[in-house]
């Protein structure tokens, strides 16, 4: 099918898809994150569900509407849905994986397409990113949000992409996502044979080899360092098979969560949502999924989370 066909049907499996990418991610007892059973005095689990509703109609028509403008919609309906930022690095990660035609080969389309984005385009996303408002932002000498952009959001984000996650992805074709998440993503679901299992395994894998670009911008680089160490240290102890993984996990949870959640790792998360869109569309997981969702961590975690 030419790409400048759509097809009603493609748009409504993309909606499903990214629907079911940030319901399962936000429903994961991920170490430090909102979930469930785990809240901010700010935000609850149900603002993520119904930020999830509200953009997956959007994203899935990115083809027709293109990158930047579905990025700015997203972020619109966000805020109106909710009110704040919940998802701001979601949608970045999720619209040129939805403007990918070809799933069997989504790495080259989404870097073509995130090349092609225009210094017009850029400036909508960078409108988008200033109405988000995302926690920590600061100022930076070259580029800044702030400021109109003076080069095509892709030269943007490579000039951004040392201190965050997020602009990383878009400057190096989502490697992180494709070469490191995806293969342990699946690794733990054959192993684990849970899709809860297999998220968080993911999660504490990325925080502990990508130091989370959230907790540095509000704690700083060395907080972000700490929190990579913690995260590979649960690994270390062979979490979820072994007690002292989830003695290390328990750790891990109540030190994020602790001052305020300050040292979310919100980008993780983000990360996270986009691993599980991707390995939606290339089929490595379907709708419904075939792996049960929590099997024998179900009674760990709901040991080892924190009062909410």
């Not at 119904?50 to 972020?75: D, M």
């Not at 990383?168 to 809860?196: C, K, R, S, V, W």
């Not at 007690?243 to 001052?259: I, M, Q, S, V």
Request: aromatic content about 6%.
């Amino acid at each position: 099918m030419p790409t400048n066909i759509i097809n009603s049907g493609d748009e409504m499996e993309l909606s499903r898809q990214m629907h079911a990418a940030c319901i399962w991610e936000t429903c994961a007892r991920k170490p430090g994150n909102v979930h469930p059973l785990a809240a901010f005095n700010n935000l609850h689990f149900t603002d993520f569900i119904l930020s999830a509703g509200a953009i997956a109609p959007i994203l899935s028509k990115t083809r027709t509407l293109g990158i930047a403008n579905a990025i700015l919609e997203s972020v619109r309906v966000t805020k109106k849905s909710v009110g704040t930022n919940t998802n701001l690095g979601i949608i970045l990660l999720f619209a040129p994986i939805a403007f990918a035609h070809n799933s069997s080969d989504l790495k080259n389309e989404i870097q073509n397409a995130i090349a092609a984005i225009s210094l017009q385009e850029t400036n909508l996303v960078y409108e988008a990113i200033r109405l988000a408002a995302p926690g920590g932002l600061g100022t930076v000498p070259n580029q800044d949000i702030q400021n109109l952009p003076q080069c095509t959001l892709l030269e943007a984000m490579r000039l951004a992409s040392n201190h965050d996650l997020i602009a990383l992805q878009y400057a190096d074709g989502y490697g992180a996502l494709f070469n490191d998440a995806i293969p342990t993503f699946g690794g733990a679901l054959e192993h684990l044979g849970t899709m809860e299992g297999a998220i968080i395994f993911t999660h504490l894998y990325l925080m502990a080899k990508y130091p989370d670009s959230l907790i540095s911008r509000k704690c700083g680089a060395n907080i972000a360092k700490e929190s990579a160490q913690m995260a590979s240290q649960v690994l270390e102890k062979q979490w979820p098979l072994k007690e002292a993984g989830w003695t290390a996990f328990a750790n891990l949870d109540r030190w994020l969560r602790a001052d305020g959640n300050k040292r979310n790792p919100g980008t993780t998360a983000d990360l996270i949502a986009a691993t599980l869109f991707i390995a939606l569309r290339q089929g490595q997981i379907s709708l419904p999924s075939l792996f049960p969702w929590t099997d024998g961590i179900e009674i760990a975690l709901r040991r080892v989370a924190p009062d909410t």
